[in-house]
């Protein structure tokens, strides 16, 4: 399975956020979405970083002046993202060994949907069940 097959069975629609909104200003959209990131893009739609739950807890427990700072203070740059072929399980595998939970994914330059290691999990079991059902089907039409 690939990336463009998971996209399919949810929304394409990505939560952004501007570098110097506020990260209370991300707080707030992150809490009504009830999502877990929200990429960072410039005024031509470009992804210059990624702001998290993690990302804003980290901060805060270090400084409760976090909500007033820019977004740009405490996102992740350097963004790894997606591309529709690529598979599903290798995603999985970079998100796991690199440790963070949301991707983006692209289609040449532009945003087009973002990916989250759960998204990733639920197709996996998904194509897991189909098998299983498909064996279990086997198994009947040949018991008879």
Do not use: C, W
Not at 98 to 127: C, N, Y
Request: charged share 25%.
């Amino acid at each position: 399975m690939n990336i463009k097959g998971i996209l399919a069975t949810k929304s394409r629609f990505v939560f952004t956020i501007r570098p110097q909104q506020t990260v209370a200003e991300a707080v707030d959209m992150l809490a009504k979405q009830n999502i877990g990131a929200l990429v960072v893009t410039n005024a031509e739609g470009k992804i210059v970083g990624i702001i998290t739950e993690r990302d804003i807890i980290r901060q805060a427990a270090k400084s409760q002046s976090i909500f007033a700072q820019k977004v740009s203070d405490i996102m992740t740059r350097g963004v790894i993202v997606g591309l529709l072929e690529d598979d599903a399980m290798s995603v999985a595998h970079t998100m796991t060994e690199r440790r963070f939970r949301h991707i983006p994914i692209l289609d040449g330059e532009e945003l087009i949907g973002i990916v989250s290691i759960g998204d990733l999990v639920k197709a996996q079991r998904d194509q897991y069940e189909g098998q299983i059902d498909t064996l279990e089907t086997q198994i009947l039409a040949d018991e008879r």
